[in-house]
Structures are given as C-alpha cells and as structure tokens.
C-alpha cells in the first residue's frame, strides 16, 4: 500500500509514502478534528486494520490490528468485507463492514461496526440489529454515515446497506434490494431496517468474472441540515435481445442492462420508536417498507 497527499486541492501531490503494513486494499481515509489521518483497509478479507498519520501525511505509523472477519459468501454476488468509515465530531472513527458471526452456522451477514479514538485502540466489533439473527436476511456493502455535528451519546449514524430477504434464494428468486437504517445515540440504538430501493433481479445487473455486481462500495452521508443521503446502485429488466427467454441465466442473449445510480434525502434520524408488531407472510422480510412513503428522489 501506499499514499499521496495534497495541500492545494489535488493540482500537486506529495512524493509517494508507504506506511509500515502489509499489504491491503479498499483503505478509507478520515480526518479527525485534531488533524491525524485514520485510514481503516481491508487486511486482503480476513481482517480489519488501520494505519494513521499524525503529521498530515508527512510519515505514516504501523498497522493496528480492528478486527478479524468472518464472512458469509453473498449468492451469486461479487462483494468482499471492504471496510466502510467516517468521523464524528469528538473524532471517534466508525468502521462499519459485512460479517457473519452473529449467525448460527455463518448461513448469512449482518452490518457490524468497531470504534476507536485514535486509532490505536479499537473496540470489539457490535452487531446493527437491523433484523433478528435468526431472520434469514443477508445483509452486505455497507456504507456508513456519521453526522460531523454530533458527537459523544448524542452521535447520529446512518447505514446504508443492500441485502437479500431471503439469504438462500436462487438465481431467479433472489430480490437485492437496498435498505437504510440509523442511530441518534452513538448506536446505542437503532430504527428498524425499512427499504429505500429494490428490488431487483440479479440478471439484471452487470455479470463479472467474480459475480453479479452493484459496485463494490456504496455511500451515505450527512448534510449540514443533518438529513442523511444515501447513494446506491438500481437497475430496471433488461430490454432488447430475446427479453424474458434469456431470464434467467442470459444464456445465448444479446440484452441491453440499464442501471443508475441514485440519491434520496432521508429525514434526520429519529430515535426508534416501540410499534405493535404486525404478522408477516411465510419467506418475505420484517423490514417495515410497506407502511412507509417512498422517499424523495434525486
């Protein structure tokens, strides 16, 4: 791994610098407000560590260990437990990635984040209760968002996510759909997951050598007026070519995908709220999208 910098918004950088680690990938920088440079990455998926600059990027220390990783493989997915990571206003770094320890069996992901002041020292990682472990919902490509403004118990995250209903679908049953989910206390407490897009069909989306894929990262994030704005990845049914006979293995076909990317603005998070809980029909989620308007698009 290596690193630039630049104190003149990008027309010239630093002489490349290497810091003392192994190597890594999906590394994302932070700045806390003293001015020292996090950077949690990948340990190549079987960890989450991080390295720091306390001089602006002039030398960069260690490696420090976060976490080790224990992922479920997503269904005909191409995804990977990149880290996702942002600062709040105390300067305590949030990295959040996809894991499967919580799961009996590793059967399927959830969301799990760990925290650190200084990036020497980070905490075990905590499970985003967005569902019951027991639920059969895969959740996976995190993108977490922390509100600059806020800080200590009063801390406002956000959680962008995609995932799967069902974790043990077929390539025609699986619906990948994006959910959303937040904290005003530092996550102490989180809002029910609810779907913001989706969902779709994986034959939809662009075929790689190493899966289906939406981007190998996604994003949230505060504005001033503390409204959270996820960006994520939607597509539509194929069109041209042999239509729904090439659906679902695209076998032989000559299809035209189109996908988008997409941001909504999502009201400042509220703290969650006890409601009557309301049956759910056999194999679908326990996100509560249906009671909810559809957010604003942009």
């Known amino acids: 791994m290596s690193m630039v910098t630049s104190t ?10 290497a810091p003392g680690c192994s190597s890594g990938l999906g590394g994302q920088p ?12 990948s340990n190549n998926g079987g960890a989450e560590s991080s390295f720091r600059s306390t001089d602006g990027g002039t030398t960069w220390g260690g490696c420090t ?22 600062v709040a206003g105390d300067g305590k770094v949030y990295v959040a990635w996809q894991d499967c320890r919580f799961r009996s069996g590793c059967t399927a992901n959830d969301i799990v984040y760990s925290t650190s ?23 996976f490509i995190p993108g977490i ?27 025609s049953t699986c619906d990948l759909t994006v959910g959303f989910t937040s904290s005003v206390n530092g996550g102490a407490s989180w809002t ?6 989706g969902p779709m069909k994986i ?10 894929m939406v981007g190998d990262y996604i994003s949230t994030s505060f504005t001033g007026d503390g409204k959270a704005h996820p960006v994520f990845s939607l597509a539509k049914p194929p069109a041209g070519g042999a239509g729904a006979s090439c659906y679902p293995n695209n076998s032989g076909c000559s299809q035209r995908l189109t996908s988008a990317t997409f941001d909504i603005t999502l009201p ?3 703290k969650p709220v006890r409601t009557r809980t309301e049956p759910v029909a056999s194999g679908l989620h326990r996100h509560p999208e249906d009671a909810l308007a559809p957010p604003t698009a942009n």
């Open 268 to 270: 400042p998070p509220v």
């Open 192 to 197: 029910p997951g609810f779907r913001i897009g």
């Open 203 to 212: 034959p939809w989306i662009a075929n790689t050598n190493q899966g289906y």
């Open 65 to 86: 260990f976060i976490s080790g990783v224990t992922e479920s493989g997503v269904a005909f997915m191409r995804t990977f437990s990149l880290p996702s990571a942002e």
């Open 30 to 41: 932070v700045v806390q407000p003293n001015g020292n440079v996090i950077v949690p990455y």
């Open 145 to 171: 968002a922390v509100d600059k403004n806020t800080s200590g118990s009063g801390t406002h995250l956000a959680v962008t996510y995609y995932y799967f209903p069902v974790a043990n679908c077929s390539l």
């Open 117 to 139: 002041m200084d990036g020497l020292t980070w905490t075990q990682p905590t499970r985003i209760p967005i569902d019951p472990v027991t639920s059969g919902i895969d959740h």
């Open 8 to 17: 003149d918004g990008g027309l010239t950088w630093s002489p490349v610098r």
